[in-house]
């Protein structure tokens, strides 16, 4: 279950209100919400590398529900996906095609087509490497066993360049795929409004038959108190109150004490 945008913002506006602290507009609210949630999704992976260590160590709590390491990965499974790139045929190039904007790619897929058919996980290589290993008659990749690099390339349509990956056998039909599995950038977050009789701001849910554009967060539930801590921390320095910045830092700083110890 994800966050939704309008209690965080309510929450916020209450708390800054109550201690007359100043008024948050919701333009204002969707820049810091949308940093916020960014801090939180990029806490996840050095948090997931300290409790790796722990596994290691063989000091890792492995109760139900007391797993760390479960625990983030729990909450990065909304924005893990598995996508199908594009090729882009004047280029020899495979890029993503769909509006996911993509943080990390994970296994790759090749599937060759024909008979025999292959779906071959595709090993990722420096771009050195590449060159060495596609040139040698004794290292060349196969079908059951293919490489990729990583670049960029600005395909057809296109006016900028965009992450591409190059496959090597490079496939030869239509019917030959690459599929990616990666994590995703959470979808910025936006609180969506109309203008009420008296000129007030007027919350506009989604799926409300309105046209609404109100995006929640993607973070877990779990996430609501934490959201609400960090947007507070930075409204303290939008508007310059070393209170509320010194407050939401020691809540903030207790929390994550809490979480790793």
């Known amino acids: 279950m994800a966050v939704s945008v309008n209690t965080v913002y309510q929450t916020v506006l209450y708390i800054l209100n109550k201690e007359q602290r100043g008024y948050v507009t919701p333009a204002e609210f969707n820049s810091i919400a949308d940093l916020a949630q960014k801090e939180i999704f990029n806490s996840y992976f050095p ?10 160590n063989n000091q890792e709590n492995d109760t139900e529900f007391f797993n760390m390491f479960k625990d983030i990965s729990y909450k990065l499974h909304p924005f893990e996906k598995q996508l199908n790139f594009t ?5 020899a190039f495979f890029y993503n095609g769909s509006s996911s904007e993509i943080f990390k790619i994970g296994e790759i897929i090749s599937t060759y087509s024909g008979q025999p058919q292959y779906s071959s996980p595709t090993q990722l290589v420096s771009k050195k490497d ?4 596609t040139r040698s008659k004794l290292t060349t990749p196969t079908k059951q066993h293919p490489i990729f690099i990583t670049t960029s390339a600005t395909p057809a349509g296109f006016t900028s360049p965009v992450l591409a990956l190059k496959v090597y056998p490079n496939p030869s039909l239509s019917t030959d795929t690459v599929s990616v599995n990666c994590l995703t950038n959470p979808s910025t977050p936006n609180w969506d409004f109309t203008i ?12 409300s038959g309105t046209g609404s554009a109100t995006v929640n967060f993607e973070l877990d539930i779990s996430e ?4 609400i801590i960090k947007i507070l921390k930075y409204f303290g320095v939008v508007i310059n109150n070393p209170t509320i910045i010194e407050v939401a830092a020691q809540e903030e700083q207790a929390t994550e004490v809490n979480l790793k110890s």
């Open 47 to 56: 948090d997931g590398n300290q409790q790796n260590r722990v596994i290691q």
């Open 87 to 91: 090729y882009d045929t004047a280029g």
């Open 224 to 227: 609501q108190t934490n959201l």
């Open 196 to 207: 009420g009789v008296v000129g007030q701001y007027v919350f506009n849910p989604p799926n």
């Open 130 to 133: 590449f060159d060495k290993i």
